[in-house]
């Protein structure tokens, strides 16, 4: 039997059996907005926490993390912030937000801003509907990025009888299928069984690569200090990676991260306390392990391919070179996992957080939970189009639309978590930090690209905070404000 065949089947059944667990959660579903957006709280350990490591990290887990160590050495690694900090993050965060979401029926991230602030009046609205409209604005790329690498993966497991086209329909109709069919349901529970995949395929993958190049990862940094010594220490292997560079990487993207609106409706969606504590222990494990060959195949990556036009690819080259074609095939899937289990989860998110923060307050107040229902299966639809439209302008490298993403939402954390703690918080205060520190991302990104060595996200997020304390201990702390933080003490004594 020929190998695209052989290729071609194992996507097409990883294909089928996304749709067929999408079907059967479906039997679970409510037609309201609430079951649609957030399940209305019902996921239990399982799913939240592997839905919630399998969002996190996408298809640039699977290929831009070795297209990154290619490019600049393992200095890389500084991914572990990334990976340790999703968990602590979701209990220290995530259990507040889950509280407040649980007592007064939040169901988005510009709902809740809006709702903590709401003894700020028109400066809170204004708040709510900015964070909601900048989440949408940044979070819609990212979804675009998955669909673009997963493409070309159809391309290598098809040995090209899969075009770049096809490819691109395929994965947007299966992310489209998913989150219009089955909502938060059906998209946790594809990601529960995307990620047991992703972290099989990352581990046998990597570990096969590794052992059949250079035998083992010790052999593997042996040959690669002899060849790229610079790609073992920083700045790197372009000079890039400075402690500012380094330090601004790590604090823009695990914070940015965390205010992501696909990161964020997870906070809403656990059973109980119990849920949240434990997803966040095992998160911060899962998100953890699932590196563990990863600097090591970067380095082969560097070793048997010295030059390359597109570093983002080389993974699923090296499977095919040092693996048999169904161990590769196989892995690639899990690739496509990583990317859906991503690209799905934003596009509910998108499409959820227009419906309540945009839809219901600004064009039908009265909408009933049905409507609602059926309005966010529509922006599905509609974000499923603009989607697809993006990532046929093929951007740059993932690392590069990852930061991108990130330095946009860093900037508005401040405002989103501080009232959780502050008393002081004040709406006002909160909308000047919000503006002017997106302002600052895009000024540092397009303008006066990272100065001082210092990525734009950083720089966005010390000044949004900067405005908003500042301002905060000028203007008056709003009284709802105080309700939460007091309430939330009530609730968490530590």
Same mark, same amino acid.
């Given at each position: 039997?020929? =190998?695209?065949?052989?290729?071609?089947?194992?996507?097409?059944?990883?294909?089928?059996?996304?749709?067929?667990?999408?079907?059967?959660? +479906?039997?679970?579903? =409510?037609?309201?907005?609430?079951?649609?957006? !957030?399940?209305?709280?019902?996921?239990?350990?399982?799913?939240?926490?592997?839905?919630?490591?399998?969002?996190?990290?996408?298809?640039?887990?699977?290929?831009?993390?070795?297209?990154?160590?290619? !490019?600049?050495?393992?200095?890389?690694?500084?991914?572990?912030?990334?990976?340790?900090?999703?968990?602590?993050?979701?209990?220290?965060?995530?259990?507040?937000?889950?509280?407040?979401?649980?007592?007064?029926?939040?169901?988005?991230?510009?709902?809740?801003?809006?709702?903590?602030?709401?003894?700020?009046?028109?400066?809170?609205?204004?708040?709510?509907?900015?964070?909601?409209?900048? *989440?949408?604005?940044?979070?819609?790329?990212?979804?675009?990025?998955?669909?673009?690498?997963?493409?070309?993966?159809?391309?290598?497991? @098809?040995?090209?009888?899969?075009?770049?086209?096809?490819?691109?329909?395929?994965?947007?109709?299966?992310?489209?299928?998913?989150t219009w069919l089955g909502g938060m349901r059906g998209v946790a529970w594809t990601d529960t069984v995307q990620g047991i995949f992703m972290?099989?395929?990352?581990?046998?993958?990597?570990?096969?690569?590794?052992?059949?190049?250079?035998?083992?990862?010790?052999?593997?940094?042996?040959?690669?200090?002899?060849?790229?010594?610079?790609?073992?220490?920083?700045?790197?292997?372009?000079?890039?990676?400075?402690?500012?560079?380094?330090?601004?990487?790590?604090?823009?993207?695990?914070?940015?991260?965390?205010?992501?609106?696909?990161?964020?409706?997870?906070?809403?969606?656990?059973? *109980?306390?119990?849920?949240?504590?434990?997803?966040?222990?095992? @998160?911060?494990?899962?998100?953890?392990?699932?590196?563990? /060959?990863?600097?090591?195949?970067?380095?082969?990556?560097?070793?048997?391919?010295? *030059?390359?036009?597109?570093?983002?690819?080389?993974? #699923?080259?090296?499977?095919? =070179?040092?693996?048999?074609?169904?161990?590769?095939?196989?892995?690639?899937?899990?690739?496509?996992?990583?990317?859906?289990?991503?690209?799905? *989860?934003?596009?509910?998110?998108? @499409?959820?957080? /227009?419906?309540?923060?945009?839809?219901?307050?600004?064009?039908?107040?009265?909408?009933?939970?049905?409507?609602?229902?059926?309005?966010? =299966?529509?922006?599905?639809?509609?974000?499923?189009?603009?989607?697809?439209?993006?990532?046929?302008?093929? #951007?740059?490298?993932?690392?590069?639309?990852?930061?991108?993403?990130? @330095?946009?939402?860093?900037?508005?954390? #401040?405002?989103?978590?501080?009232?959780?703690?502050?008393?002081?918080?004040?709406?006002?205060?909160?909308?000047?930090?919000?503006?002017?520190?997106?302002?600052?991302?895009?000024? +540092? !990104?397009?303008?006066?690209?990272? #100065?001082?060595?210092?990525?734009?996200?950083?720089?966005?997020?010390?000044?949004? !905070?900067?405005?908003?304390?500042?301002?905060?201990?000028?203007?008056?702390?709003?009284?709802?404000?105080?309700?939460?933080?007091?309430?939330?003490?009530?609730?968490?004594?530590?």
């Open positions: 039997m020929e =190998r695209w065949i052989i290729g071609t089947a194992i996507l097409f059944l990883w294909v089928v059996v996304m749709i067929a667990v999408t079907w059967l959660s +479906t039997k679970y579903r =409510r037609l309201s907005v609430t079951d649609y957006a !957030t399940t209305g709280g019902a996921l239990g350990l399982l799913t939240l926490f592997l839905t919630y490591s399998a969002t996190y990290h996408s298809s640039y887990a699977f290929m831009g993390t070795t297209g990154a160590i290619y !490019t600049h050495g393992i200095g890389w690694w500084n991914n572990i912030h990334w990976t340790v900090m999703p968990g602590i993050f979701l209990w220290i965060l995530g259990k507040r937000v889950w509280a407040l979401g649980r007592k007064r029926g939040y169901l988005s991230i510009g709902q809740f801003t809006a709702g903590v602030y709401e003894s700020g009046g028109a400066s809170a609205k204004i708040l709510g509907l900015l964070v909601a409209v900048i *989440s949408i604005v940044f979070v819609i790329p990212y979804t675009a990025m998955q669909a673009l690498g997963i493409s070309y993966l159809f391309q290598i497991v @098809s040995d090209g009888r899969i075009g770049f086209t096809q490819g691109l329909i395929i994965f947007i109709f299966l992310m489209v299928f998913i972290l099989v395929a990352m581990w046998l993958g990597g570990y096969m690569v590794v052992s059949s190049a250079f035998g083992s990862i010790l052999n593997t940094f042996a040959e690669g200090v002899k060849i790229a010594p610079d790609a073992f220490s920083l700045p790197g292997l372009k000079g890039a990676y400075t402690y500012r560079f380094w330090v601004s990487q790590w604090a823009t993207i695990t914070i940015g991260m965390i205010a992501m609106p696909h990161i964020f409706i997870r906070y809403f969606a656990g059973k *109980s306390l119990h849920v949240l504590k434990w997803s966040a222990v095992f @998160s911060s494990l899962y998100l953890t392990f699932l590196y563990i /060959f990863v600097p090591a195949v970067g380095i082969v990556a560097k070793l048997v391919y010295p *030059s390359t036009t597109n570093p983002d690819m080389l993974f #699923p080259e090296l499977l095919l =070179r040092y693996t048999p074609f169904a161990l590769a095939a196989f892995a690639i899937a899990g690739a496509m996992a990583a990317a859906l289990s991503t690209a799905d *989860s934003q596009l509910h998110a998108a @499409s959820s957080v /227009f419906t309540v923060d945009v839809y219901k307050p600004y064009f039908k107040r009265d909408a009933d939970e049905r409507h609602l229902y059926h309005v966010d =299966r529509a922006f599905v639809l509609i974000f499923g189009v603009i989607c697809a439209w993006i990532a046929f302008q093929k #951007p740059g490298l993932f690392l590069n639309i990852l930061q991108m993403t990130n @330095s946009g939402t860093a900037a508005m954390a #401040p405002v989103i978590f501080l009232p959780l703690f502050w008393e002081k918080s004040n709406a006002k205060a909160a909308l000047i930090a919000v503006i002017v520190g997106e302002l600052i991302v895009l000024f +540092t !990104t397009f303008i006066l690209p990272n #100065p001082l060595g210092i990525l734009s996200g950083l720089w966005g997020l010390l000044g949004s !905070t900067a405005l908003f304390v500042g301002l905060s201990l000028i203007f008056k702390g709003e009284a709802s404000v105080k309700a939460t933080v007091k309430e939330l003490k009530a609730l968490f004594v530590e």
